[in-house]
């Protein structure tokens, strides 16, 4: 059985940091792409950055410039560094893997901005 848990959620002022992680456990193939998604309150779940297991790396321009991307493949892992942190960026934030066979999801992580 996999498992996919993210962490390093939580509540930041505008202006401020915050960094996510996402590990998978478990009876897991070689991943292949890596990406966090994200979703507002009443909005569609949309991609905040992807890698691929070369190291390319994609970004929408509502991020691109504060967030970054990078994984350690030793460990499953991905983060997401993520600075000058808008309210608009407040959301669940999910990890998404691609394997060869299939593709997970984490269970999400809060992150709010607020003063």
């Known amino acids: 059985q996999v498992q996919v848990v993210e962490s390093g959620g939580g509540l930041v002022q505008p202006g401020g940091s915050l960094r996510l992680s996402c590990a998978a456990s478990g009876s897991i193939s070689r991943i292949n792409a890596m990406a966090w998604y994200r979703q507002a309150p009443g909005k569609q779940r949309e991609l905040v950055a992807s890698i691929a297991s070369g190291g390319r790396t994609i970004y929408p321009d509502s991020v691109k410039g504060r967030s970054t991307i990078s994984r350690d493949n030793a460990k499953n892992t991905v983060y997401l560094q993520m600075n000058n942190l808008k309210s608009e960026d407040t959301a669940v934030y999910y990890c998404?893997?691609?394997?060869?066979?299939?593709?997970?999801w984490g269970q999400g992580t809060q992150v709010t901005v607020s003063s």
């Open positions: 998404y893997l691609w394997t060869l066979s299939t593709t997970y």
